[in-house]
């Protein structure tokens, strides 16, 4: 099908995006990479009266090094950030992740921010933020302010943006040196979202672990964090017998919904097989 | 209505459409290049895939507004001189199409994946035309077809 007719913005700079937006008072939806809003608009699943088009603000899209995070414009590619050094050096798990978001030419359009925003519970980047304890900005008619992942999520494809605010930036921190770190995940093909991911990260030292991070993605409304089972292994070490009791606790952390694609107790024993798979795979990457 | 300036395959076009205009329309409607093919229209199939200030993006999921401006390239411009650009010529080689609806974008997909994968693995060719569903070949010449076509690329021919 082809899109609805829909009032069209294209501004070059943030605050003309700002107030464009505040003019329709939540009746407009703000376009990054389009790859999941297009889709909606064609199937007219999504009416909004108006699209504010960022694809034209040229300072949104950046990749710095700052304070101990990488602060990402929220109209970076993610093909960019597929090819990246900076990320490739401090953000190892986020690179992995990437090569997991849709397909090359979906890459070359799909930006970090706008698949931060739409907040699809199975999405890679959202289980990254979550993982990584990382934040984002968001610009409104009153400013600036700073938003930790784990308030940002509220349920299946909703954030606590206003509707007058648009995503600006996502922060990260920097990953220590030697840190292990993988994202497996299933899906029926390649390319998919997944039915189940999970995010992991582990700093060891011989066989004790200092810190651990796990987080999933379509596993619930919103990305989770895994955080009596990274317990576990910040307790008990980095062990065979830790890393089975650290799956299992994940398939008891974890709520999820069925859909068509699978049943509440199947994406649940993937959280426990993925989460064995991501951790044994960290563990094997992980210095120290 | 808006109006959209822009080059496909280094010529100039200029058209005026509504800003709901999917690209791929505008490319196949209003420019009347009709080799880049409409599938799922929802970003899936992949047999939009267009050149987009060189990179490889879905024109089905794309605004012809957001075009202004921008180079293309479609399947009408791997041609040159009248002969089949190399990876064409190894396409029809190794039987990568029967019907040849998903060519173009098989096409497109493949170059974008070997101008930055000059030597991919045949995991990662696999990976790469992912994004793009057949339904005759069973992929196996395609993937033939990009690998043959890898060295003679990266050969700068």
Request: charged fraction near 25%; proline fraction near 5%.
């Amino acid at each position: 099908m082809k899109p609805p007719k829909f009032e069209y913005h294209a501004p070059t700079t943030l605050d003309e995006a700002v107030a464009a937006l505040g003019r329709y008072g939540g009746d407009a939806k703000v376009l990054a990479g389009g790859q999941s809003l297009m889709p909606l608009l064609n199937f007219r699943l999504a009416r909004p009266a108006a699209l504010v088009d960022l694809n034209r603000v040229a300072s949104l899209a950046y990749i710095r090094e700052q304070d101990g995070q990488v602060r990402f414009g929220a109209m970076t590619r993610q093909r960019t950030i597929e090819f990246s050094p900076v990320v490739a050096q401090h953000l190892p798990l986020l690179k992995e992740a990437t090569r997991w978001v849709g397909h090359l030419p979906i890459r070359t359009r799909g930006t970090i921010g706008g698949s931060i925003a739409h907040a699809d519970p199975s999405a890679e980047y959202p289980a990254v933020l979550a993982a990584l304890e990382g934040e984002v900005v968001a610009r409104g008619a009153k400013g600036d302010r700073v938003i930790r992942a784990a308030d940002l999520f509220q349920t299946y494809l909703t954030t606590n943006l206003a509707p007058d605010e648009i995503l600006t930036e996502v922060r990260l921190p920097a990953m220590p040196a030697g840190v292990g770190y993988a994202l497996e995940e299933f899906a029926r093909r390649h390319g998919d979202f997944a039915i189940v991911g999970i995010a992991a990260m582990v700093v060891r030292e011989g066989q004790r672990c200092t810190m651990a991070r796990l987080a999933t993605a379509g596993a619930g409304p919103v990305p989770v964090r895994l955080r009596a089972a990274e317990e576990i292994l910040e307790r008990d070490g980095l062990g065979e017998a830790a890393i089975d009791a650290a799956a299992r606790k994940a398939t008891e952390l974890v709520d999820p919904d069925a859909d068509i694609h699978a049943s509440a107790d199947y994406r649940r024993h993937l959280a426990g097989v993925l989460t064995k798979r991501a951790l044994t795979r960290a563990i094997g990457v992980a210095r120290g | 209505m808006v109006t959209v300036r822009l080059k496909v395959n280094g010529v100039a076009h200029e058209g005026r459409c509504e800003p709901r205009k999917l690209l791929v329309d505008f490319i196949r409607e209003d420019l009347g290049l009709t080799g880049t093919h409409v599938g799922c229209e929802h970003g899936i199939c992949g047999a939009c895939t267009i050149m987009f200030n060189g990179e490889a993006a879905r024109s089905c999921i794309m605004l012809a507004v957001q075009a202004d401006g921008a180079e293309l390239g479609t399947v009408e411009g791997l041609m040159r001189d009248g002969k089949l650009h190399p990876l064409q010529e190894a396409f029809r080689e190794h039987h990568g199409l029967q019907c040849g609806f998903c060519t173009p974008g098989m096409l497109i997909t493949a170059l974008d994946l070997l101008r930055t994968n000059p030597s991919p693995s045949d995991r990662e060719i696999r990976e790469g035309i992912s994004a793009v569903l057949c339904r005759c070949t069973g992929y196996q010449g395609i993937v033939n077809a990009v690998r043959a076509a890898a060295p003679i690329l990266a050969s700068g021919r």
